[in-house]
């Protein structure tokens, strides 16, 4: 098999997002009025993107991540005139550093690590982009040594939760979001500074429902623009299942005793947890 992965300081990366393009972020052109949507695969990033694009009056576009492509991506980006909402699924170190010095806004969303793992799972038997495996427990020992696409879980959300308190960062929780739509969407709206009144939001609610959204991705052909995860431009390798807790049908009780361990162990310090423990 053709490698579809390569290494990009200790992380793996698609060979779709360039070396040239990952090197060359840091001189990305960036706005201050630039929104990062940003996540770890297979967290809800084309769900929070559908949202996003449904708020009336929100007055932006939505663009295919910073890291897709090669370096002619950092141009492409120029042409939008409108308020960009740019998807990535970088962690906090990789990001272009003027996201940083300019506080941009940017919205975070987070999943159970185990739904995440099952859902990445998937991805990877489906997606042409990503390599072959065999077995769930041949693909959960990868993920849990952070052997995938986008390194490890643990770290990625450990490096964005050191910036939880930053005033520019509003964090989402897929399971809250599932619970209370029209709670985390009010949350959203208001981060961007726009509002939404009720009818609105039974509408945003229906328009991106799971099968709604999947629905349409049937009917859509690829396209390149419209291109949430870096990973795939096909939106019908998106919309599986759109549940919480689907682990529990892959999960053995030793493979959920070794995953609670390292869960234990690196999130020990961290309060995101916590939340994904209540919630999830
Ligand atoms: P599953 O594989 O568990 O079904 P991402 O957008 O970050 O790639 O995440 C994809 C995951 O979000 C998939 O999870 C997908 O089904 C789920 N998802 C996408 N749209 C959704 C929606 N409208 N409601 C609930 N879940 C959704």
Redesign the pocket.
């Given at each position: 098999q053709v490698s579809v992965l390569h290494k990009f300081r200790g992380i793996l990366f698609s060979t779709v997002s360039s070396e040239e393009l990952l090197n060359a972020l840091d001189s990305f052109d960036v706005r201050e009025d630039d929104v990062f949507l940003v996540?770890y695969?297979?967290?809800?990033?084309?769900?929070i993107a559908?949202i996003i694009e449904n708020i009336p009056n929100a007055r932006i576009t939505l663009t295919s991540p910073i890291e897709l492509g090669d370096i002619s991506k950092l141009e492409e980006l120029k042409m939008y005139s409108k308020r960009r909402v740019i998807p990535t699924h970088l962690s906090y170190d990789l990001l272009p550093v003027k996201v940083k010095q300019k506080k941009c806004k940017i919205i975070y969303i987070v999943r159970n690590p185990k739904?995440t793992a099952?859902?990445l799972f998937?991805y990877y038997r489906d997606n042409p982009n990503l390599p072959c495996v065999e077995t769930w427990a041949a693909f959960l020992e990868l993920f849990l040594k952070g052997e995938v696409v986008y390194g490890s879980w643990f770290d990625h959300v450990l490096s964005w939760e050191e910036h939880r308190n930053d005033k520019n960062i509003l964090i989402i929780f897929y399971e809250e979001l599932?619970k209370d739509f029209s709670k985390s969407l009010k949350k959203i709206a208001t981060f961007l500074g726009i509002n939404v009144n009720d009818s609105e939001i039974n509408k945003i609610a229906w328009k991106?429902?799971?099968s709604e959204?999947k629905n349409n991705s049937v009917k859509e052909n690829s396209d390149l623009n419209h291109t949430?995860?870096a990973l795939t431009s096909d939106r019908k390798l998106?919309?599986?299942?759109?549940?919480v807790g689907?682990w529990i049908n892959y999960f053995t009780s030793k493979q959920k005793r070794v995953f609670d361990e390292l869960f234990t162990e690196k999130m020990k310090h961290s309060e995101l947890a916590r939340v994904l423990e209540e919630i999830s």
């Open positions: 996540s695969p297979k967290s809800g990033t084309h769900w559908e739904d099952v859902s998937h599932k991106t429902s799971f959204m949430i995860c998106v919309f599986r299942k759109g549940v689907d």
